[in-house]
């Protein structure tokens, strides 16, 4: 039996120029175009003047849960599977990773068309180190939550990039000024490779000012690593935070509290004890 593969592929974050050729052959070619939007794709092959011949199923966060195992099998029956979401990679912060790890596990050819990235694009525009980097994705939307998720990342000396949504751009500012601190370096990236393609760049509470007063498009949001030179000694109840939020995560707060008080110097006694009291 002839074996299909998966295809993940990159499409254009705002210029359709940006679609590499290969995308047009896989779309052009594929048995099956698996699509976040499929009135999207409708549009984005019109504007490339490239026409599918395969079969278009729609695939998003509401249906990949029921509709994965079908087209597992599909793919183990020889059809090549090209998957796109609405713009950038398939499975960063978009649906895809279900299916990668389906064939992945029946041990099913996956590959990938490599193109625009939000990521990589705003990493590099920011200014700040690219040597080392981690991608957080979307913050959480009510403040308590985002703040505990912000201090998991308090100690963290990479960069790091999220994506956020125009209307909570200001908050997840705001939130980061409080536990970064309000000068830590960043830089927000606004509509990039469209016609209205703005990167700010300055400290976390310059920027949550600016934000304030309200921004619309689709955001990045690089921010420097904690600096080791520049490294303070906690308060207390800042460590505690910490603590609590690895806790809430699955963590054993005796081992967090050991591994907390090695990084802080604090007594590991006095944070579990603390942390009871606070639970």
């Known amino acids: 039996m002839t074996t299909g593969a998966l295809v993940l592929a990159a499409t254009p974050i705002g210029d359709s120029r940006d679609a590499s050729r290969r995308l047009l052959d896989e779309l052009a070619t594929a048995?099956?175009?698996?699509?976040?939007?499929?009135?999207?794709?409708?549009?984005?092959?019109?504007r490339l003047d490239v026409r599918i011949a395969g079969e278009i199923v729609s695939y998003h966060e509401h249906n990949e849960a029921s509709r994965t195992p079908e087209l597992v099998e599909r793919i183990?029956?020889?059809?090549?599977?090209?998957?796109?979401?609405?713009?950038?990679?398939?499975?960063?912060?978009?649906?895809?990773?279900?299916?990668?790890?389906?064939?992945?596990?029946?041990?099913?050819?996956?590959?990938?068309?490599?193109?625009?990235?939000?990521?990589?694009?705003?990493?590099a525009v920011s200014g700040l180190p690219v040597d080392r980097f981690c991608f957080e994705g979307f913050l959480p939307r009510k403040?308590?939550?985002?703040?505990?998720?912000?201090?998991?990342?308090?100690?963290?000396?990479?960069?790091?990039?999220?994506?956020?949504?125009?209307?909570?751009?200001?908050?997840?500012?705001s939130s980061m000024a409080s536990v970064f601190g309000e000068q830590r370096p960043a830089a927000v990236c606004r509509e990039l490779t469209k016609t209205y393609e703005e990167v700010r760049r300055g400290g976390l509470a310059q920027l949550a000012a600016w934000a304030a007063e309200g921004v619309k498009g689709e955001i990045t949001v690089v921010v420097a690593g904690l600096d080791p030179h520049s490294r303070r000694v906690p308060e207390a109840s800042e460590v505690l935070l910490v603590v609590l939020a690895r806790v809430a995560a699955g963590e054993r707060l005796k081992d967090v509290c050991r591994d907390v008080a090695a990084r802080t110097g604090l007594p590991s006694k006095g944070l579990y004890d603390a942390a009871v009291a606070a639970r």
């Open 31 to 46: 048995d099956i175009v698996a699509a976040e939007d499929t009135r999207r794709l409708r549009r984005l092959t019109e």
């Open 76 to 123: 183990a029956a020889g059809c090549r599977l090209l998957l796109v979401t609405d713009a950038g990679m398939p499975s960063v912060s978009d649906p895809g990773y279900r299916l990668v790890a389906a064939c992945v596990e029946r041990d099913l050819p996956v590959t990938c068309v490599p193109g625009p990235s939000a990521v990589l694009m705003a990493l």
């Open 143 to 173: 403040q308590g939550e985002r703040e505990r998720a912000l201090h998991q990342l308090a100690e963290e000396p990479r960069t790091m990039v999220f994506f956020e949504a125009p209307h909570r751009l200001g908050a997840a500012l």
